[in-house]
């Protein structure tokens, strides 16, 4: 994250869902997705808590939460996102 703006709260960033289990045929219900996403709280080493925004409802991702702090992952050109992962918004 060494070129990538400082997180601090309220900034908008992008989640990705993890999406439902991958069936034995290799198809999934609900892929992975990009979600829109907010942070709402930043620890002492950049980790955040998330507030995801999903067309039905809206999670919270605390750093102290069941899962622990949500991983940075920056897109990489051509490959797939990684599940359960925060990312800057690209520009376009």
């Not at 703006?5 to 034995?24: K, L």
């Not at 955040?48 to 949500?70: A, C, Q, S, T, Y």
Request: aromatic share 6%; glycine share 10%; with cysteine.
């Amino acid at each position: 994250m060494s070129n990538a703006p400082v997180p601090t709260i309220c900034r908008a960033v992008h989640y990705v869902s993890h999406g439902s289990p991958i069936r034995e045929d290799g198809t999934q219900a609900f892929p992975s997705v990009r979600r829109s996403a907010e942070i709402t709280e930043v620890d002492e080493e950049g980790r955040v808590g998330l507030l995801v925004k999903d067309p039905i409802g809206i999670h919270f991702h605390p750093l102290r939460g069941e899962n622990g702090p949500i991983p940075y992952a920056e897109p990489v050109p051509g490959e797939p996102l990684q599940g359960g992962t925060w990312h800057w918004p690209e520009h376009v």
